[in-house]
């Protein structure tokens, strides 16, 4: 199965946990059928990517990356890429490489939609990620180390997040929330 089919197959079964994200799943799902290419990076304006969001295992805290372009502390992730077999695996790919973290890995299941414009990702401005996020908890004494891609790692206690986008806040709550169901 190609990255295309693996995207499109896994949003068309996606169970969205609300109304506005059940719109985007529709919206990145007519995207798709409508471009063979919108996985990469290449199709503008218009691209997915995979991201993580990493929290603790009592959901206390999360490990952000500050963003070298954006310079904003947000969840790992980005663009995919040919090699990439799934999401999940775009998914797994930018956590291992902008967390530091070994043997860190996504859980199974999407857990969140955000199309956001990028506008240091093109020089029209132009482009939005239609980000598919994913979570991962992180192992007691995780430690992560700084990539080229990231001013810093660290964690956070999830009520002093600096700067906080709505978006990574509500991926958050519903992780918590996933932790919690779990447990």
């Known amino acids: 199965m190609s990255l295309h089919a693996d995207a499109l197959a ?6 969205a946990p609300s109304s506005s994200q059940d719109l985007l799943r529709r919206r990145y799902v007519a995207h798709l059928e409508a471009t063979p290419d919108g996985v990469f990076k290449s199709c503008v304006p218009d691209h997915l990517t995979a991201s993580c969001v990493v929290v603790s295992d009592d959901g206390s805290q999360v490990l952000l990356t500050h963003h070298r372009k954006a310079r904003r502390w947000f969840q790992f992730g980005g663009h995919l890429e040919p090699g ?16 530091g973290v070994p043997g860190l890995e996504p859980l199974p299941g ?20 239609l980000d598919v996020r994913f979570m991962a908890v992180a192992p007691v004494g995780a430690v992560p180390a700084v990539s080229e891609e990231s001013l810093d790692v660290r964690w956070w206690p999830v009520d ?8 990574v806040l509500e991926l958050i709550k519903l992780a918590q929330g996933l932790i919690q169901r779990d447990c």
Request: glycine residues 2%; aromatic residues 6%; negative net charge.
């Open 10 to 15: 896994m949003l068309r079964a996606w169970v």
């Open 84 to 99: 990439d077999r799934t999401l999940w695996a775009a998914a797994a790919r930018e956590l291992r490489e902008e967390s």
């Open 110 to 129: 999407l857990v969140q939609l955000s199309e956001h414009p990028v506008p240091f990702c093109a020089p029209s401005g132009d482009v939005h990620h």
């Open 160 to 167: 002093a997040i600096p700067d906080p986008d709505d978006s």
